[in-house]
């Protein structure tokens, strides 16, 4: 192989990008340190130096400078003379105690990063690192997360409950099944479009202590009946539901319990009731939206059986459960929404 030379009038290839990649971890690394030492929300109320910091934040002040720095180029805060403050986007998501409080999903990271080291053995063996598509280790892992991703869902599933026409009003005593719940962000957005809609969201025990803890503190509890069970193996009543939410649980699971499940849920939704299934999609030539390739790699560590398939894989299960209706519904970010509706009798 003959390397390129600076006057060859060949384009000169730089190694820029593959040395981003080799350190691409530092900076997951740094917002996990500045986030355990809760330095966005002490920046919150006032802007602060470096040693005013540091002594908030119980680090020496050449370190806080250092932190600083490299928080600065990657814009989550800025610097005006010797002071710092946080950036809109920083004081939007990293800030504790707001809504949109993104910095438990930053710490859960942690626990990501093992599972994709260990990804080049897992393409030799075909050994996941850990399949979350079992329900024991699904509810050991999910059980202390589920609160931190209900910012994420929530401003979604909002925009989703309030653009989707259910042909129900609001005074509609509406049936919702809310399976896999998780801490139920697209109940919640749903229980709050419509206010006499009940809700029966299911997962499993642990989980489903997280998911009642957030739905009470939004003043739903009377209106949820929460049930601790495998969704898979929870006999589900029939004709029971207007509305069924399925929000991000196939990604987890093997094709034929996919298919297994969407024909028993289709079987508990009344004639004309609405199912919704949010998850990862690829395109149908599998390389994009960009996000999409990437979590099908984090579904071969991370399950025995999950991956991320196709809108039109996914929609054809549904119409072979007599949900012949089935729609592409956008709302925001990359990825559409499923909406199958049962036919009326």
């Not at 990649?21 to 470096?50: G, P």
């Not at 193996?233 to 987890?252: E, N, S, W």
């Not at 395109?283 to 996000?291: N, V």
Request: proline share 6%; charged share 20%; glycine share 4%.
């Amino acid at each position: 192989m003959t390397a390129l030379s600076p006057d060859s009038g060949e384009q000169k290839l730089l190694p820029q990008k593959i040395l981003d990649m080799n350190y691409a971890f530092a900076r997951t690394a740094i917002l996990v340190a500045a986030v355990r030492l809760h330095l966005f929300t002490c920046l919150a109320d006032k802007s602060l130096t470096a040693t005013e910091l540091a002594a908030q934040i119980t680090i020496a002040p050449e370190s806080a400078q250092r932190l600083l720095r490299s928080l600065e180029t990657l814009e989550l805060v800025a610097k005006e003379a010797e002071v710092y403050r946080l950036t809109p986007i920083a004081r939007q998501f990293l800030v504790e105690g707001q809504p949109s409080y993104l910095g438990g999903d930053t710490l859960a990271m942690m626990d990501y990063i093992p599972a994709w080291f260990e990804l080049d053995r897992t393409l030799q063996t075909s050994v996941p690192y850990r399949d979350l598509g079992n329900a024991a280790t699904a509810e050991a892992f999910f059980a202390p997360r589920v609160l931190d991703l209900f910012p994420l869902i929530f401003p979604i599933a909002s925009k989703t409950a309030s653009e989707l026409s259910l042909g129900k009003t609001r005074e509609t005593a509406l049936q919702v099944l809310d399976i896999g719940a998780g801490s139920a962000p697209w109940s919640a957005a749903f229980a709050l479009q419509y206010p006499a809609a009940h809700v029966t969201a299911l997962d499993l025990p642990e989980v489903v202590e997280q998911g009642r803890q957030k739905i009470d503190s939004l003043d739903f509890k009377d209106r949820y009946t929460w049930i601790k069970a495998d969704m898979e193996d929870y006999t589900l009543p029939p004709l029971a539901h207007d509305l069924i939410l399925c929000g991000h649980v196939c990604r987890f699971i093997g094709d034929e319990r996919v298919k297994t499940l969407f024909a028993r849920l289709a079987e508990s939704l009344r004639p004309g009731g609405t199912l919704l299934v949010a998850d990862i999609f690829l395109a149908e030539d599998s390389s994009r939206p960009s996000p999409a390739p990437t979590l099908d790699l984090s579904m071969l560590v991370n399950t025995a059986q999950g991956r991320i398939r196709t809108v039109n894989e996914m929609a054809q299960w549904l119409r072979e459960n007599s949900l012949q209706d089935v729609q592409r519904f956008h709302v925001a970010g990359p990825f559409p929404l499923l909406i199958a509706r049962k036919e009326e009798r």
